[in-house]
């Protein structure tokens, strides 16, 4: 009986400092720096125009930690912006980003599911749902675990999930959508391949 009790005791005590040790590692994630994950010269190269200033900050709201930087470009015009959220490492309240990004962009995925089939309805509800709370946002393929584009007056922005962590990237300019959906999807890329 003292075998099974000892067993058991250090068993426990296994499964404690590996729970410890698990939370221990996402609670000392290291903090990402927003303007070390795209480069001047992928700026350059994306947006056809060199960076002036980087403008980096860094907030926490007790959930999530959101690392920003602003890289003003000359043009003005073709300036990009990118924020990464993630968990905030230090609260005790702290929210999982892929369970907001599932609370803020799952409910369009259903939608969308519900839509499929008959396009005439299919574009009726569309227009429906830009009537009452503004365009959806607009699923976007080949880059990151998941992704949306959202527009808006100004242009939009991309949304990115990767892992636990998600960015936002928005760029200047007069260029279509669809071209700005190809720029913020290789910048998101870069942004990515840093993390």
Request: include cysteine; glycine fraction near 8%; proline fraction near 5%.
């Amino acid at each position: 009986m003292n075998r099974y009790f000892l067993f058991t005791l250090a068993l426990l005590v296994f499964l404690a400092g590996c729970r410890k040790s698990k939370t221990e590692s996402v609670a000392n994630r290291p903090n990402v720096d927003a303007c070390a994950l795209i480069t001047n010269d992928d700026v350059k190269a994306i947006q056809g125009a060199s960076v002036k200033e980087l403008k980096g900050s860094d907030q926490s709201d007790g959930k999530f930690r959101i690392a920003q930087c602003f890289y003003t470009t000359d043009p003005f015009n073709k300036s990009v912006s990118l924020a990464v959220t993630q968990r905030d490492p230090v609260s005790p309240t702290a929210r999982d980003p892929k369970a907001f990004w599932k609370d803020t962009f799952g409910r369009y995925e259903e939608e969308m599911g519900k839509r499929e089939g008959d396009e005439e309805e299919k574009m009726k509800s569309l227009g429906d749902a830009d009537e009452e709370r503004g365009r959806p946002p607009k699923k976007i393929e080949g880059v990151g675990d998941d992704a949306f584009w959202s527009a808006n007056r100004m242009g939009g922005a991309l949304y990115v999930l990767k892992d636990n962590i998600f960015i936002r990237v928005s760029i200047g300019g007069p260029e279509p959508e669809e071209s700005k959906i190809e720029k913020t999807k290789a910048l998101a890329a870069k942004a990515l391949s840093r993390l």
